[in-house]
């Protein structure tokens, strides 16, 4: 630095220096120009979709963030698909299959003549080692217990056939969420590298996409698998273009630099409706958001723990808090309107399993809910605040919100206002999930606001209010189950074990309907609203974006909607930057930095001439 | 005049912050101290002491931190709570803290292997550093000599010229973008120079590459700078006023000294004055500043890697603080203190050599 600074000469060379940094950060733009103004007749067809989640890995016996099920579910075939009209079985790998009557033999017909993309055939002996390999694999089973709990084993007929054989009979058959994977590639890779194998190698996979090329911290970007069995994509390209932040995301959209957009907030979606040339696409949530209630903490040995409220073990407080629970005004006011009031722990969009209350509903009622509550005899204080005749204790509650959501900071502000108004006070705390999912597993919670995604398979939702969900402890420690408001019944139970194998849906859905009954008059949950899913694309570049049975048009269930997304004729793909400006602001740029950097120098010559 | 003082005087005293003093190393050392080797064999030894405790303190402090990364995974997805159970068991979050501190030292110390990286696939953490430190080095790297070589000139023109329109101005801009936080001036930039709405739309909104990289080396380094421009004239700007203020002020305290007037006394240029004379010895305070903040280089540029989506090194370590994924924490915060340890050893030895009052300690 000082030889730089000291020197007359090098005065000079340091300006000659800064001018050339200065036209080397403009270059490019040029050369952005140049790119952009010859544009080859057969430009490629990229699709581009900003997220905000880096997939945690793109190996399908590993990778657990919704990215990474998206990407997988891209590169690799399920057995069976999802209906985009009500999420029910369709083909995807497998174009038939049937069940034995006692549920415990399961047969799937292949699609002949299905290759992977090295050109290999795809045959019933790639499904049965998937299987075997994910049923007896110490490191590939954990992903993907829940849906091979019950198969003993897969057996290839013939090359087109594949038979399941089962322990026990199971609905979750006909939704495997295992992706197929090539024998003649996996055979190579030993059980114990499998975990840490990230497959981003020129993997083979038989999707309508094949993974090209992953940046970590910045895109996944996939080609076009033109021979896919059931019709090749008509775009070239697809990328996942990863964004930390929101508003630069939303930027780069309108400006054309990405075509598409997943999970927005409710304030940036509305500042999108009515930009030029994007769609909004506002889907069912698949999901729900709900006030959680400490019913009794207890572990699965049934053994006391935490400190919840007394009270709350009482079903009428409950109820009364659902009472006064107005969830019209959390969407209108937290949700901006963008979403549903809640009922039960199955989202509307799953249409055969959801649950209405019907004359049951806890309609938003303060004067009900406090003659409720005088009712089972919580008589109020001096301060207004209700006194439990049991335990001698006030109605003091804490409410746990969560730091990371906008929502739950406003939906908990508005519930503390109504619990005011019943004689409840509550002390609102706001802290981040994880430190939320210590608590609520030790017990030491009454009340909190948090919400769960729902695969279309109820199961893991009706099982997290089983007994055996609760917190369990394990040499000395407690370690928190699924259940965060420690509901347990028999009944409910009973049902549960029902549901889980009953085959014929209908009947299931019934179960499950009587199941959501039970936890709406007992209240362990009040839920609170069903919050949309929210998407943007630039719909005046792209055509052919196919709803799933939600409403999303991608991250939703079935990933052959990125199949038929396309141009729609005589629309371009350039960036949306004008050359004409371009080239004008470059010009004068690096003129402002050559007149600097010539300022510069001269100042140096004249000071070292004046005296 | 009186307004000039009362500007000259903020920026003078306004150089908050700055954490080391401006003043060159204390003499007191010297007591201590035999001979140039004996200098650096401590120096070097402090820094190995201090790298060890930071090896101990991360372990633990990371480990203080609420949240499950086994939960973290199956939230949301069809896992039973014995999956929760076995994908505890497989990260070794399942055995005493005390057990797995020793597999931590002992992994790193014996085998240098920083583990496996829990949300990324269990891919070794080194390696996931490797391909995640080239962009923060690019980006802190070329905004900081940028902003070394704009900062130290403004700095010197400014003191030198004191109360011209110059300094006046450029002090003015230098304090305000020192108060400015990154984050909110790297969106504006992104606004105006990114995004087309209200801007111009010349700049990527983020990343480093295009979606699509073009063939060949050079349009691919040009790309890189493409999207390189905005961030790094963030990061420059906001550390330029570090700079050029600690230089403005340490010239001007020159400025009063005799020596000076002897050297004009002597009929030296002004220029020989400023160059030869003044702007050396104002220079050890920004060198000592220099490398305090070549070692920030590594952990600098979280905010702006978060607004420009750049996919260096801060990207990373909120993305393994959200998960908590520990052994990518521990991997990268190590490699934070070991960049600042040994960029500060550097610096005070490197002061020996500058400063002739330090070298005959």
């Not at chain 1, 993907?144 to 057996?155: H, T």
């Amino acid at each position: 630095m000082t030889s730089l600074i000291t020197s007359g000469r090098t005065g000079r060379r340091l300006a000659a220096a800064i001018v050339a940094i200065g036209l080397a950060l403009l270059l490019p733009a040029t050369a952005a120009v140049a790119q952009d103004s010859s544009p080859s007749p057969a430009a490629k067809k990229v699709f581009t979709i900003g997220i905000q989640q880096d997939p945690d890995s793109l190996n399908p016996f590993n990778g657990f963030l919704t990215s990474a099920y998206e990407i997988q579910g891209i590169m690799y075939d399920l057995l069976t698909g999802w209906s985009d009209e009500d999420f029910s079985p369709v083909p995807q790998l497998a174009d038939s299959w049937e069940k034995s009557t006692d549920g415990l033999t399961w047969t799937f017909k292949i699609h002949p003549g299905v290759k992977w993309s090295d050109g290999q055939p795809l045959t019933a002996k790639d499904v049965a080692y998937t299987f075997n390999r994910t049923i007896n694999g110490e490191n590939e089973r954990p992903k993907y217990d829940a849906y091979v709990k019950n198969i003993k084993d897969v057996v290839a007929l013939d090359d087109l056939t594949a038979e399941f054989h089962l322990a026990a009979a199971d609905p979750i058959m006909d939704h495997l969420w295992v992706p197929i994977i090539p024998e003649h590639i996996w055979k190579d890779i030993d059980s114990k590298e499998v975990t840490s194998f990230s497959n981003e190698d020129d993997p083979v996979g038989s999707g309508p996409f094949v993974l090209t090329e992953r940046k970590p911290g910045e895109f996944i970007r996939l080609s076009a698998n033109k021979n896919y069995f059931r019709g090749g994509p008509k775009i070239d390209e697809l990328v996942f273009k990863i964004f930390e932040d929101e508003d630069a995301m939303v930027q780069a959209l309108r400006k054309g630099e990405i075509d598409a957009v997943d999970s927005l907030g409710g304030t940036t979606f509305q500042s999108l409706q009515g930009a030029p040339g994007v769609t909004t696409v506002q889907s069912k949530g698949l999901g729900f958001n709900e006030i959680g209630i400490n019913v009794g903490a207890q572990t699965v040995d049934n053994k006391p723990i935490g400190d919840g409220h007394p009270a709350l073990k009482d079903r009428a407080v409950r109820q009364a808090i659902a009472y006064a629970t107005d969830r019209n005004a959390l969407v209108d006011r937290v949700l901006r309107g963008l979403g549903d009031p809640g009922s039960s722990i199955i989202p509307p969009a799953y249409a055969d399993i959801y649950y209405t209350p019907g004359d049951k509903e806890y309609k938003f009622d303060l004067a009900k809910a406090n003659s409720l509550l005088d009712g089972a005899g919580y008589t109020r204080g001096g301060d207004g605040i209700r006194v439990d005749p049991n335990s001698g204790r006030k109605l003091e509650f804490r409410l746990f919100g969560r730091e990371d959501s906008e929502e739950s900071k406003g939906s908990v502000q508005f519930v503390q206002g109504w619990l005011k108004e019943i004689g409840i006070d509550s002390k609102v705390t706001i802290m981040a999930e994880d430190k939320l999912t210590e608590v609520i597993g030790a017990g030491e919670f009454d009340l909190f606001e948090w919400g769960w995604g729902v695969e279309p398979d109820p199961d893991f939702q009706v099982s997290v209010f089983t007994c055996d969900q609760r917190s369990y402890t394990d040499s000395g420690e407690v370690y928190a189950g699924w259940s965060d408001s420690f509901y347990c019944n028999q009944d409910y139970d009973g049902l549960y074990k029902q549901q889980s194998v009953q085959l014929d849906r209908p009947q299931r859905a019934e179960t499950i309907k009587q199941m959501q009954d039970m936890l709406y008059a007992d209240v362990p949950y009040v839920v609170t609203y069903y919050q949309d899913n929210l998407q943007a694309y630039r719909s005046d570049r792209w055509t052919g974006l196919k709803p799933d049975a939600s409403g999303a048009i991608y991250f939703g269930y079935g990933t052959d909607r990125y199949r038929s997304i396309d141009h729609p004729s005589g629309s371009g793909d350039s960036g949306g930057i004008s050359t004409g400006v371009l080239i004008g602001v470059g010009a004068a740029a690096a003129i402002a930095v050559v007149a600097g950097g010539v300022a510069l120098a001269r100042s140096r010559a004249t000071e070292g001439d004046r005296e | 005049m009186a307004t000039r003082l009362h500007e000259v005087t903020p920026g003078v005293e306004s150089t908050p912050g700055v954490t080391p003093a401006p003043t060159p190393p204390a003499p007191v050392r010297r007591r201590f101290a035999t001979g140039a080797a004996t200098v650096i064999i401590r120096r070097v030894l402090g820094a190995i002491v201090s790298l060890f405790a930071v090896l101990v303190f991360n372990f633990f402090l990371f480990r203080v931190l609420p949240g499950d990364p086994a939960r973290k995974l199956a939230r949301n997805r069809h896992m039973s709570a014995e999956q929760v159970v076995e994908l505890r068991r497989s990260m070794g979050l399942d055995r005493p803290l005390g057990d797995q501190f020793f597999t931590y030292l002992n992994r790193l110390l014996l085998h240098g292997d920083l583990g496996p990286a829990f949300s990324k696939g269990k891919m070794p953490v080194a390696e996931y550093i490797g391909d995640r430190i080239w962009p923060t080095v690019l980006l802190v790297g070329s905004s900081t000599i940028l902003s070394i070589v704009f900062g130290l000139w403004i700095g010197i023109k400014g003191a030198w010229q004191r109360g011209s329109t110059f300094d006046r101005l450029s002090n003015a801009t230098s304090l305000t973008l020192y108060s400015m936080p990154i984050f909110w001036l790297g969106i504006v930039f992104l606004m105006v120079m990114a995004g087309n709405q209200m801007g111009l739309g010349l700049f990527p909104t983020g990343g480093m590459h295009d979606v699509t990289p073009p063939e060949g080396w050079f349009a691919n380094a040009l790309d890189v700078l493409h999207h390189l421009f905005l961030p790094c004239l963030t990061l420059t700007l906001a550390y330029l006023a570090e700079f050029s203020l600690v230089m403005r002020s340490s010239l001007l305290d020159e400025m009063g000294q005799d020596y000076l007037t002897t050297a004009r006394a002597k009929g030296l240029r002004d220029l020989n004055v400023r160059r030869r004379h003044a702007v050396p010895n104002a220079l050890l305070p920004t060198t000592t500043l220099i490398f305090l903040h070549l070692g920030f280089i590594i952990s600098g540029a979280l905010t702006v890697e978060i607004v420009y989506s750049w996919p260096g090194l801060g990207l990373a370590s909120l993305e393994a603080l959200e998960f908590p994924d520990f052994n990518l924490l521990q991997g990268i915060f190590l490699l934070f203190a070991v960049s600042t340890i040994v960029f500060n050893l550097v610096g005070d030895l490197l002061l020996g050599v500058l400063d002739p009052r330090v070298r005959e300690a």
